[in-house]
């Protein structure tokens, strides 16, 4: 009895047409399409197609397709400085951040706060009797001149003053007050120091040598593509 | 020097072992271009975007057919061809004359050696061919194009496409189908020779 292939006989056909079946399905399409006029019709439209196919015009290229050192060289070999120069500069950024984090020596954060803070240090530093040994010297500046200094200075000065100086014994509060109050003259007329970002002698030579590095490479690797490019031009 | 000498030459960034391996296979690779396609100027571009890509892919090619590895990048590249073409407007297939007429037979398939008959029929029975290939789904046109046009077993089209060799099996017979039934629709475009033997095939 004949019937309609389906599309799995078709997929055998075809698989049968090339050779690409295993024995025993061979032989089994091989008996179907002795009995199955259908079948063997199907096989016709396939060998058809095959043979159009198989005749189709080979097209020869329309021209050579052969590359040039330029199609695939995305890059120029770098000499092996470049890639030295470019790790040094990195290891001299790291050190460079690390300078600034190190607790001893080479530490900028440390000159920084030295900088901006130097005289209330010092103030705190300086014990009360120190103070009180002192105070005879300014009081020997002219009585006027104090008194006039006296009214001068702002509230605000003594006030500022008065937190950042140690509390003086109550017994010599009047001595002290006067102390603070020539002290307060010079360090009002100073001008606040600005903070400023003071680099170590090794900070500044990493800095320089980061430069040097960086150019270098940079150059190396430019002379290197210029090189390159006339060479492939 | 043999294929597989001129292999392991290019491998080591031998240009010149290369160009003589691109020389052996660039019409194949062309004409598997074109197939897919359907347009030289893609065709042509996807053949050297191909030859491009299998030079500096040449280090992981690791033994094996190197017709089909070299087809399985062409194919690549032709799919990356239809997917930017389907962001952009569509070209014609046909190469246009100096009046923007698409020519009845193009100089590009023109054999000067053949008689103009010859030539005409050749050009018709490509035209045909080429566009009942066109009318395929990608997917079955690179089975196609694969295992008839450039021969390919089974096996090395699966390798090819990464496809497996049932879906290979399954493709090819509803393309060889589907062409059949088109072949039909044009028979009488077709050129006699052609038609004699389609005659004695059924």
Redesign the interface.
């Known amino acids: 009895m004949s019937k309609k292939p389906s599309?799995r006989d078709?997929?055998q056909?075809?698989?049968y047409l090339?050779g690409?079946l295993s024995a025993s399905a061979q032989k089994r399409i091989k008996d179907r399409l002795a009995r199955d006029p259908e079948f063997a019709t199907a096989l016709?439209?396939?060998?058809?197609?095959?043979?159009?196919?198989?005749?189709?015009?080979?097209?020869?290229?329309?021209?050579?397709?052969?590359?040039s050192?330029q199609?695939?060289a995305k890059r120029p070999p770098m000499p092996r400085l470049v890639p030295a120069l470019n790790y040094a500069s990195l290891a001299m950024v790291l050190l460079f951040v690390f300078s600034f984090l190190a607790p001893v020596g080479t530490g900028g954060v440390a000159n920084q706060e030295l900088a901006a803070a130097p005289m209330a240090m010092e103030m705190e530093e300086m014990p009360a009797p120190a103070l009180a040994e002192e105070a005879p010297e300014m009081a020997a500046e002219p009585a006027a001149d104090s008194a006039m200094e006296e009214e001068a200075a702002p509230a605000e000065e003594e006030a500022g003053l008065a937190e950042r100086t140690t509390p003086l014994p109550t017994a010599e509060g009047v001595q002290a007050e006067k102390t603070d109050a020539n002290a307060a003259v010079p360090a009002s007329a100073m001008p606040e120091p600005e903070p400023q970002l003071l680099l170590t002698g090794y900070q500044r030579a990493l800095v320089i040598f980061l430069g040097v590095s960086v150019f270098l490479s940079w150059a190396l690797r430019r002379a290197t593509i210029a090189k390159w490019r006339k060479k492939l031009s | 020097m043999d294929e597989s000498a001129l292999i392991r030459s290019a491998q080591k960034g031998d240009l010149d072992a290369f160009n003589r391996l691109v020389l052996a296979y660039q019409d194949m690779l062309y004409n598997t271009a074109y197939r897919v396609l359907g347009d030289p100027a893609l065709a042509a571009d996807a053949t050297q975007e191909a030859f491009i890509s299998a030079f500096n892919k040449l280090k992981s090619y690791r033994g094996g057919s190197f017709k089909a590895w070299l087809l399985r990048i062409v194919t690549n590249a032709c799919y990356d061809e239809l997917r930017r073409q389907k962001r952009r407007p569509q070209t014609p297939l046909a190469p246009l004359s100096e009046n923007d007429k698409e020519m009845e037979t193009p100089r590009w398939i023109a054999d000067p050696t053949a008689s103009p008959e010859a030539q005409l029929e050749k050009a018709e029975l490509d035209r045909a061919i080429q566009n009942c290939i066109e009318n395929l789904p990608p997917d079955f046109r690179a089975v196609v194009v694969l295992t008839e046009i450039q021969g390919l077993p089974y096996k090395e089209a699966a390798a090819a496409l990464k496809t497996p060799l049932g879906t290979i099996r399954s493709r090819l017979a509803r393309a060889r189908i589907r062409l059949r039934d088109c072949l039909q629709a044009i028979r009488e475009l077709l050129p006699a020779a052609f038609r004699l033997e389609e005659g004695s095939a059924l």
């Open positions: 599309f078709l997929t056909l075809s698989a090339d690409e016709d439209d396939l060998r058809l197609s095959r043979t159009v196919l198989r005749r189709t015009p080979q097209r020869r290229a329309p021209r050579n397709f052969t590359l050192p199609m695939v």
